[in-house]
Nanobody, 128 residues
Framework: QVQLVESGGGSVQAGGSLRLSCAAS????????MGWFRQAPGKEREFVSA????????YYAASVKGRFTISRDNAKNTVFLQMSNLKPEDTAVYYC?????????????????????WGQGTQVTVSS
């Protein structure tokens, strides 16, 4: 069992930056792959980024590649999403996800059928 709590959301103007954090508690966080998803009003949940347990494999959606950076600190049981050059279309609730297997997280995320553990979400609003 893994419990996840996101923080760091807020309102920012286009071109600005935010850093999201996801604090995990429970067993074996350092062995889990971690991911970020987002959901805008009226839209389906979108897979944004993922990182494996050792920070040696990464996934980024095309819409955020080059602007977002995922990282993790296993000693602090925390995963981060650094978001730069934000655009109004980045406005969404951002959710943290934990999955025991990186390939499962990525494949299911891309397929639109993510599973694993979820946080409650944090709102990001980007104004033009």
């Amino acid at each position: 069992q893994v419990q996840l709590v996101e923080s760091g959301g807020g309102s920012v103007q286009a071109g600005g930056s935010l850093r999201l954090s996801c604090a995990a508690s429970g067993r074996s966080f350092s062995t889990y792959a971690m991911g970020w998803f987002r959901q805008a009003p009226g839209k389906e949940r979108e897979f944004v980024s993922a990182i494996n347990w050792s920070s040696s494999s990464f996934y980024y959606a095309a819409s955020v590649k080059g602007r977002f950076t995922i990282s993790r600190d296993n000693a602090k049981n925390t995963v981060f999403l650094q978001m730069s050059n934000l655009k109004p279309e980045d406005t969404a609730v951002y959710y943290c996800n934990a999955n025991p297997a990186y390939n499962t997280l990525v494949n299911n995320g891309v397929a639109g059928t993510p599973d694993g553990y979820w946080g409650q979400g944090t709102q990001v609003t980007v104004s033009s």
